[in-house]
């Protein structure tokens, strides 16, 4: 299997969330990706590769060009607003009978438009973690166009909570999305995203919810008692050209793996059904049950039996990182999902 990483990720750090009462070290870090490197090596997963830079004219199919600018100039601007030191954090957000129609010169602004909640700040390496990701993705696209039948995008900053013009739940942009859009641009008829990630990916969903050519199936905790709350219910189901072709399939906490592998047996099944030609894995192993952020019980073992379902979905298919914050397992439990897949 070939795995794109970059190492521009490193200077997205520093950054503190609200837990509970307190403010504390945010689970989404650069030490992430150093263990899931280690732990890929030690089951000699080791064609790793640098992404090729791409324009942002792929970026730019999916998410609001205000958007992108902001992302890219948002600390510079927060910086000369506030000072260099800290983080760029709304101060609030563009809610309902507020404009949504950002001050391009006010970075408060800016924020309260394009962000959605307290886990999305900017820091002064933010921008170039958020771009190589981006390039992560793409150049993995690029891969599988090129005749491979799977890769990882090992993708830091995740991406699945990002729509077209808002960021939130550590994510910017959509890396799955616009590898998504890619391969359509590129001549892959229809496309399926599988989300396995805890949280439900509410940036993909929104971004391709009125479309036909992309099937989006998410498994994930209970939107009435997980984040991001406000979406990923059973009953939405697309809309227009998409009905049909958006399949939640939302679990309670403490589901465990004969729980999950029903779910995960029925999106398989929807999979098959809509035939596509390319799947794109939102791979996040936060459904474990030691996770900080979660709310299942998934075993270590358990992450073997879900990458060989997704190895019996028999497609090509594109991997690309997204949560997964108990450090300890972290490594081992991508490895297993990677490893059930390549056994299949």
């Given at each position: 299997m070939k795995i794109i990483y970059s190492q521009d990720h490193v200077g997205h750090a520093g950054i503190k969330e609200l837990r509970g009462q307190d403010w504390v070290g945010m689970a989404e870090n650069p030490e992430r990706m150093q263990i899931i490197l280690a732990a890929l090596a030690g089951r000699d997963l080791t064609d790793v590769h640098p992404p090729a830079p791409h324009d942002t004219g792929a970026i730019l199919?999916?998410?609001?060009?205000?958007?992108?600018?902001?992302?890219?100039?948002?600390?510079?601007?927060?910086?000369?607003?506030?000072?260099?030191?800290?983080?760029?954090?709304?101060?609030?957000?563009?809610?309902?009978?507020?404009?949504?129609?950002?001050?391009?010169?006010?970075?408060d602004a800016l924020l309260a438009a394009y962000t959605f909640d307290i886990f999305s700040p900017l820091v002064a390496g933010s921008w170039k973690a958020i771009r190589s990701a981006a390039d992560v993705a793409l150049s993995g696209a690029v891969a599988m166009q090129e005749g491979a039948t799977s890769v990882l995008s090992l993708c830091r900053p995740p991406g699945h909570h990002a729509s077209q013009d808002l960021a939130g739940g550590y994510c910017y942009l959509n890396n799955a999305a616009i590898a998504a859009q890619f391969y359509r641009d590129h001549g892959v008829g229809r496309v399926a995203i599988l989300d396995v990630d805890y949280h439900h990916g509410n940036g993909t969903q929104r971004i391709f919810y009125d479309r036909g050519d992309v099937l989006f199936v998410s498994l994930h905790g209970r939107p009435e008692e997980e984040y991001p709350f406000l979406l990923g219910f059973a009953h939405e189901t697309g809309a227009g050209a998409g009905e049909g072709c958006n399949v939640n399939l939302p679990m309670p906490k403490g589901t465990n793996m004969a729980g999950y592998g029903v779910a995960l047996d029925t999106a398989v099944q929807r999979i098959r059904a809509y035939a596509p030609d390319m799947l794109v894995v939102s791979l996040g192993v936060d459904t474990f049950e030691g996770d900080p952020v979660g709310g299942f019980v998934l075993q270590t073992d358990d992450f073997l039996k879900v990458g060989q379902a997704i190895g019996r979905i028999g497609l090509p298919t594109h991997f690309v990182m997204e949560g997964g914050y108990a450090l300890d397992a972290l490594g081992v439990n991508v490895a297993n999902i990677l490893a059930g897949y390549l056994e299949t």
């Open positions: 199919r999916v998410h609001d060009a205000g958007f992108v600018r902001f992302l890219e100039h948002g600390y510079p601007m927060w910086a000369a607003r506030h000072g260099a030191d800290g983080a760029a954090f709304a101060r609030t957000f563009g809610m309902r009978g507020m404009a949504q129609t950002p001050d391009e010169t006010s970075i």
